[in-house]
């Protein structure tokens, strides 16, 4: 990646510097510790200066509307307390003047402003744009002394340079070589907003990557403990055989010999001699419904558990199907709904044409939901990947021929976990045969009456 040196910045607040000269500071915002927006005025224009202060792709720039959503900025409700601090002494504000010392990656605004004497007061903004060193300084150029910085450095970070407010502002110490050797880039804008829209495209596909590995470790986890005994029903049995043998046994006896007819053979029963044979008999048929019961209800469980860890699955293939950022979001709406903004757009797919009918190819489980319950008539096909995650595809056609379906099965082996295997089952059906569940999981449905093919 290129390094923004004082090169480029030189070059920058060259291209700039009539524009800022005079401009004044309407809106600040901060969306995260390291990067900063600035609403500037001048001349009738009004443009978007972006400061951004993180290690990996520290630059400044006037920002366009087409990046801003690359960099996927979003203000949070309460402002940082140094947001509020440059809020304060800056908005509404002129920049009485621009500096970059020499040889520095440091970026000055000079403003002239009013304490809460209202008595002038002539301030510095300091950009200082160092690897991991980079920070936003406010100072009082009059008496040098820091009001406010983006980061505290503490003596335990630094023994030269202390940052913070109340202590006096000082220009660094050195640079280390290549300090403003290297290339320039025609439009740094562009070039940073792809950087950082890489660069949280993949942290956020990794982020959502990891909530779901957690959560489907742990249904599987779950599941691999589950142990469903079957054998209760010998308790149903023993029950039935001491009823059927109450006039040769005896009351509050120690054990009973009888003769199993379900296996054809001679056994001796266990008995408690507290109790007659009857109560006996009641004792065991109780073992059979616990047994019957907690049997059915582990079964009920591991049923869930298997649902759960095939959604899972479905959404981690999901997430290496993303490819741009409204996918992602709409995938990371469903792991966390209570994260999601109410202003995300909805899912809209578009269809694809094959031999002059639509096909709809879902790239997640909202896409994949919406196929189901909006976009499908009962007379279209719909096509999925047999035991195997995958897309739902959608075949808006009543007689297609037997090339249509095949080229729809191939579209959904190819949007599948099993795109690479050499064979894979695709399954097909009508529309109307389909079933979601009551509580499903977003995207399940069950079917009937379908048909396979093997590719």
């Known amino acids: 990646m290129i390094n923004f040196n004082s090169s480029m910045l030189k070059k920058w607040l060259e291209e700039n510097v009539d524009f800022l000269t005079g401009a004044r500071i309407q809106k600040i915002q901060q969306p995260t510790r390291r990067d900063f927006v600035f609403g500037i005025r001048n001349n009738g224009e009004t443009r978007k200066l972006y400061i951004n202060i993180n290690p990996q792709y520290y630059h400044i ?11 996927l900025i979003e203000i949070p409700q309460k402002p940082p307390m140094f947001c509020m601090l440059l809020r304060k002494y800056l908005e509404n504000a002129v920049i009485a003047r621009v500096n970059q010392p020499e040889y520095e990656r440091i970026f000055e605004f000079y403003i002239e402003t009013y304490n809460e004497l209202s008595e ?9 744009l160092m690897g991991k060193y980079s920070n936003v ?8 002394i820091i009001l406010g910085c983006a980061h505290n450095v503490g003596a335990e970070k630094s023994r030269e340079r202390e940052m913070a407010g109340g202590l006096p502002y000082v220009y660094p110490q050195g640079r280390p070589n290549g300090w403003y050797q290297g290339e320039s880039v025609d439009n ?5 907003a792809k950087v950082i829209f890489d660069d949280k495209f993949k942290k956020l596909k ?17 599941l691999k403990k589950m142990r469903i005994s079957d054998d209760f029903d010998k308790y149903r049995l023993y029950g039935d055989l001491i009823m059927a043998n109450l006039y040769k046994g005896r009351d509050y006896s120690k054990s009973l010999n009888v003769f199993d007819y379900e296996n054809n053979k001679e056994i001796t029963l266990e008995l408690d001699e507290t109790k007659t044979l009857k109560d006996n008999a009641n004792r065991f048929y109780k073992l059979y419904n616990k047994g019957k019961t907690a049997y059915e209800k582990i079964t009920e469980f591991s049923c869930a558990l298997n649902e759960n860890i095939l959604y899972y699955e479905q959404i981690l293939y999901s997430l290496e199907l993303a490819s741009n950022i409204d996918e992602l979001l709409e995938i990371k709406s469903e792991i966390e709904p209570e994260k999601t ?8 797919l578009e269809p694809i044409e094959i031999d002059g009918c639509k096909v709809y190819i879902g790239k997640n489980n909202k896409q994949n939901d919406l196929i189901v319950s909006k976009l499908s008539r009962d007379e279209d096909f719909w096509f999925h990947t047999k035991d195997c995650a995958g897309s739902h595809v959608l075949l808006k056609c009543e007689n ?6 095949l080229e729809c099965a191939k579209l959904a082996k190819q949007y599948s976990k099993g795109s690479l295997s050499s064979k894979v089952g695709v399954i097909y059906t009508k529309r109307k045969y389909l079933r979601k569940p009551p509580k499903a999981n977003l995207g399940y449905v069950t079917y009937k009456n379908e048909r396979e093919i093997i590719l």
Do not use: G, H
């Open 120 to 128: 002038k007061i002539y301030l510095c903004l300091a950009i200082e």
């Open 206 to 222: 990794s982020d959502c990557a990891q909530i779901v590995n957690r959560k489907l470790k742990k249904d599987k986890s779950s």
């Open 400 to 405: 297609p021929s037997d090339n249509l379906i």
């Open 137 to 144: 300084i406010l100072y009082n150029y009059d008496t040098n």
């Open 61 to 71: 720039c006037f920002m366009s509307k087409e990046n801003e959503a690359k960099r």
């Open 341 to 348: 903004p109410k202003s995300q757009k909805k899912s809209l």
């Open 188 to 192: 740094i804008d562009d070039y940073y």
